[in-house]
């Protein structure tokens, strides 16, 4: 069981970046998966979450509207594509699978985290 996160890099104010977490040895559509995010000697953040089913979707409200979580089954993965990115959302990114296929925030696995930073 493997969780592998990508997709991380630097950009501008106002670019995009579009990560991927894409699992191994298992069904990742089975499961809600989540996304966070930490910045040095801080906690880690909740960023977004999709459940199994009927995909519903549910954003931070400080990437609300710019921020797009999403499935690709062909792959066995969740993206998410940040757009509008903005300075404060430089941070590792991890992708997290949650016990069960809606999300409860009970995560089972971790990804391994990818860096974004967003500076000018």
């Known amino acids: 069981v493997q969780l592998q996160a990508s997709g991380g890099g630097s950009v501008q104010p106002g670019g995009s970046l579009t990560l991927s977490c894409a699992a191994s040895?298992?069904?990742?559509?089975?499961?809600?998966v989540g996304w966070f995010r930490q910045v040095p000697h801080e906690g880690r953040e909740y960023v977004s979450c999709i459940s199994n089913g009927d995909d519903s979707t549910h954003y931070a409200d400080s990437v609300k509207g710019r921020f797009a979580i999403s499935r690709d089954s062909a792959k066995n993965a969740v993206n998410l594509q940040m757009n509008s990115l903005k300075p404060e959302d430089t941070a590792v990114y991890y992708c997290?699978?949650?016990?069960?296929?809606?999300?409860?925030?009970?995560?089972?696995?971790w990804g391994q985290g990818t860096q974004v930073t967003v500076s000018s």
């Open positions: 997290a699978v949650d016990r069960s296929s809606t999300w409860s925030n009970r995560i089972t696995s």
């Open positions: 040895g298992f069904n990742l559509g089975y499961y809600a």
